[in-house]
């Protein structure tokens, strides 16, 4: 009986020095509860200069709360009520029916560190009121992480007014407006978020069959502005410092190609191939 005991003994010590038997750790992002906003401004600053909010209550992995997005050029705001999802791996997803202009689609959550990554898809826009959440994605951070820029008493800040400064420098700005107007884009919607979902979705080079050389070149380097490639070409500096969503951070004789994934891969080999854009 003792021998039996001592081998049961030893085989537990085994069991437990090779993790079996263990309880796997839940995953837990509780610590992500709070309001997050675009660039981490505060709530009041981001409803007057538009921009996305995200409140969010976290137990363990269940989520719920609310997102909105407003547009200041048109005095428009978006949003969801009643968020209730289940976070997996860093994901979380959220079917919407309405987001107070009668439109539809899925709210995709992914929990990156510091920042939180919102992407809207499958967004079917009321027939009767075809505005609703226009702007397709958003990165928000932490609520008071940085300063709120400069309110300037015309209503603008003076984080605007840099990035107007910017685009101003661009020669080839007015025809990048003039071909958003064509496609229905105007005002702060142009600045907001990239041209082109080179990230997520492959295109195919009938995709680009009517479009200007110019905007081609454009959605090439999109592709390595949203990775914080700095550029050298001044009019291509000025242009995505002129962006709402770009953040220069990496020099490009120090940027690594590998942080593409497979898609903006693919799209970067077409348009490389595409692109004949001279100045």
């Known amino acids: 009986m003792l021998r039996k005991l001592t081998l049961l003994s030893l085989i537990l010590l085994a069991f437990q020095t090779l993790g079996c038997g263990k309880t796997p750790e839940r995953e837990d992002y509780s610590s992500y509860s709070g309001l997050w906003t675009t660039g981490g401004y505060s709530a009041d600053y981001t409803r007057a200069q538009g921009g996305a909010s995200l409140s969010v209550e976290i137990e363990q992995t269940k989520m719920t ?41 899925v709210l995709r959550f992914a ?80 600045v907001m978020e990239p041209m082109f979902e080179t990230d ?33 070409d001044p009019d291509l500096d000025a242009y995505f410092r002129g962006q709402e969503w770009y953040n220069p951070e990496t020099a490009a004789d120090e940027f690594d190609a590998s942080v593409f994934n497979e898609v903006e891969q693919g799209n970067v080999e077409l348009l490389a191939k595409l692109d004949h854009w001279e100045p």
């Open 200 to 232: 997520k979705r492959k295109y195919k080079e009938e995709d680009f069959q009517d479009c200007p050389s110019l905007i081609i070149h454009l959605a090439k380097n999109e592709i390595y502005a949203r990775h914080g490639y700095m550029f050298s």
């Open 65 to 105: 709360g609310s997102y909105y997005y407003n547009t200041s050029s048109y005095d428009r705001e978006a949003g969801v009520d009643e968020i209730s999802c289940e976070i997996k791996a860093g994901q979380a997803e959220y079917s919407f029916a309405d987001d107070g202009w009668g439109s539809s689609g």
């Open 111 to 190: 929990f990156n560190g510091d920042e939180i990554t919102v992407t809207v898809e499958d967004l079917k826009l009321s027939d009767s009121n075809p505005i609703g959440m226009s702007v397709t994605g958003s990165t928000v951070r932490r609520q008071g992480s940085v300063s709120d820029p400069e309110i300037l008493p015309d209503g603008g800040s003076s984080g605007e007014n840099d990035l107007a400064a910017y685009r101003e420098q661009c020669s080839f700005w007015p025809e990048v407006v003039g071909w958003h107007e064509q496609h229905e884009r105007t005002g702060m919607d142009i």
